[in-house]
């Protein structure tokens, strides 16, 4: 396990402290915040974007631009927030390149469970279509919100401080969100409810 001058495991310490000595100059440091966070920050832009190649692509500018703009973390607030908030600056230039909205049609591939028949399979595959569909409805920042707190488990606290609002203000984003997303849900459904 490697140790720091003091002895202590690296792997004890916080984001903040790493980045904080990436910010200071010693940027090797940021390999351990890639490792930690790369397949969090991939799943982000998969979940966005439905594509995986552009996902891959995203998160290197993430950390692109992680180095390129350290002198700017004052570690005021926890890193995943800053890395996020730089994370949704990369999608919305992507998106701006790009001129257009990516299906997330291919984003959710699972295998089938072997205990389930054939017929389950393809109505929970119909269904998770579908959702993936009524969810790529979603205005961007909707789909954020949702993805943040639903996929990638972030807490309303530091979504509050991503998006600059309250957390009262997040809650009500988030039930609108979902709100939204099981109104366009049942319309795609041909207006059944389950």
């Keep these: 396990m490697k140790t720091d001058e003091k002895g202590q495991p690296v792997t004890s310490f ?3 402290r790493i980045m904080e000595d990436v910010r200071d100059g010693r940027v090797e440091k940021l390999a351990l915040l ?6 969090m920050m991939f799943n982000f832009f998969l979940r966005l974007s439905g594509s995986r190649e552009a996902s891959e692509d995203l998160v290197q500018e993430v950390f692109l631009r992680i180095l390129k703009y350290r002198k700017t973390f004052q570690g005021q607030s926890k890193f995943t927030v800053w890395m996020y908030q730089i994370a949704r600056n990369v999608h919305i230039d992507h998106l701006r390149k790009r001129g257009d909205l990516v ?69 009500s984003h988030v039930h609108r969100a979902i709100k939204d997303l099981s109104e366009i849900y049942r319309e795609l459904q041909g207006g059944t409810v389950s």
């Excluded at 890639?34 to 397949?39: C, K, L, Y």
């Excluded at 959710?108 to 409805?137: H, K, N, T, W």
């Design 14 to 16: 916080s984001d903040n």
């Design 34 to 39: 890639f490792e930690r966070h790369h397949v």
């Design 103 to 171: 299906s997330l049609d291919d984003q959710f591939e699972e295998a089938a469970s072997p205990e389930i028949s054939p017929l389950e399979s393809l109505g929970r595959d119909q269904e998770a279509a579908l959702l993936r569909r009524a969810l790529d409805r979603l205005p961007v920042k909707k789909r954020e919100i949702l993805i943040l707190s639903r996929f990638q488990d972030m807490k309303y606290k530091d979504l509050a401080e991503l998006f600059g609002c309250r957390v009262g203000t997040i809650k």
